[in-house]
């Protein structure tokens, strides 16, 4: 008698409706999980498995999907780093016994392959037999189309540091080359304060409009790409990096260029960017000690001004607040001014000032200045008023 399995899929594209189907056909218990409702239509009406809503990276949606007791999880969302910090989080924290991801890039396939996650490169596979065909070639067994990864790897991969350079390079000290991953507020700020001290610094930002702007400001310290393809780490020479700094509003994608960053190309020191607080605890699992949550910052401040019990994050978004953050640069009208003069939206509240890697609790008498990172919590409708009245 043929055992029955218990799966659950992330993404309902394709390929996930697909196997889902098939699975259900076998006698098999499925769960699949999508952020888009609209996406389980694929599935059909007559639908015999779960599904659920959520997003795939949230422990909280993972383990109410079943996951604890599924005996396979299968990662086929239409996004490579979504798929990774899935299936990493099933197998490390769920240990689930078969963990498969689906990577469309080939390189970071192999790369996570590596690493110990399973994963199928369908852009390998597709790319061999198209080939093979159009020089009516006969198919080739599955296994040999896997080896172009192989020789792509070749073509692109250099000269890996050895573990002996890696330690040469974490006990020299002052860190001489720093890549900052993503252009936002956060990362240009940081890149500007960095650049002030005199450290070599290099600035990636995937987004052209953005790019633009910050070549403007920043010259040649800003380079355009996706700081997740292993091709754009190579341009980079992020084998020689020291310091890898990833700050993008993605965990997901801060989770893979950390990750990639630390185990492939050997770079002694990285930090990672913790946008959902409830993943500190997922990137320490994998690896990367070193995070940096906003939130989690403004936390603290609190706790040390309010009375135990503290309220809890979540507490906030049911009283309809939200956790601010707002850059200041020198064209801000609120630089100059202390916090008591500012005209802020009712119910706002500026709570710490992160300046020159130390941070501070607000006070009436606080003066804002020119890199000032500020957190604060506002009521939901007036975010846009509080920003617009710190930064015009």
């Keep these: 008698m043929k055992k029955t399995i218990k799966v659950v899929i992330l993404g309902c594209g394709r390929v996930g409706s697909t196997l889902a189907l098939m699975l259900i056909q076998e006698g098999h218990r499925v769960t699949v999980i999508d952020k888009d409702p609209d996406a389980f239509r694929r599935l059909g009406e007559d639908f015999q498995g779960r599904t659920y809503v959520g997003q795939g990276i949230d422990v909280d949606v993972l383990r109410e999907a079943g996951l604890e007791e599924a005996d396979a999880f299968l990662a086929v969302t239409n996004g490579d780093n979504t798929n990774v910090m899935a299936s990493q989080i099933a197998k490390v924290r769920f240990h689930v016994p078969k963990v498969l991801a689906r990577i469309y890039d080939p ?10 996650i399973e994963t199928v490169s369908v852009t390998t596979l597709g790319a061999g037999m198209l080939f ?25 991969a250099p000269d890996m540091p050895t573990a002996d350079q890696a330690a040469v390079r974490k006990a020299a000290g ?14 240009s700020q940081l890149a500007i304060a960095l650049l002030k001290e005199g450290y070599d610094v290099l600035l990636v930002e995937k987004r052209r409009p953005r790019y633009e702007l910050l070549r403007e400001q920043l010259g040649d310290n ?3 790409g996706d700081a997740c393809e292993i091709r754009t780490m190579i341009r980079l ?41 409830r993943n500190e605890e997922n990137f320490r699992l994998l690896g990367i000690d070193q995070t940096v949550s906003a939130t989690g910052l403004l936390m603290s401040f609190i706790e040390q001004e309010v009375p135990m019990p503290v309220v809890p994050l979540a507490a906030l978004g049911r009283g309809g607040l939200e956790v601010v953050e707002v850059f200041l640069q ?21 709570v710490a000032v992160l300046r020159n890697e130390s941070a501070q609790a607000v006070s009436g008498d606080t003066v804002l200045l020119d890199g000032d990172q500020i957190l604060a919590i506002a009521p939901k409708g007036s975010v846009d008023d509080l920003t617009k009245a710190l930064t015009g």
């Design 237 to 277: 020479g992020m084998e020689r990096a020291d310091v890898v700094v990833a700050v993008t509003g993605d965990d997901e994608d801060n989770l893979v260029i950390c990750q990639v960053a630390k185990k492939w190309f050997k770079v002694p020191r990285v930090i990672a960017r913790v946008n959902d607080p």
């Design 107 to 116: 390189l970071r396939a192999a790369v996570y392959k590596e690493l110990g």
């Design 222 to 224: 800003v380079f355009f």
């Design 330 to 350: 020198s064209d801000s009208p609120a630089v100059g001014q202390t916090v008591r003069d500012l005209q802020l939206p009712p119910g706002s509240l500026l």
């Design 174 to 187: 002052k860190p001489e080359y720093i890549i900052v991953a993503g252009g936002g507020k956060v990362g």
């Design 132 to 156: 093979d065909r159009l020089f009516d070639r006969p198919y080739r067994p599955v296994a040999d189309y896997l080896t172009i990864t192989r020789e792509v790897h070749r073509l692109y």
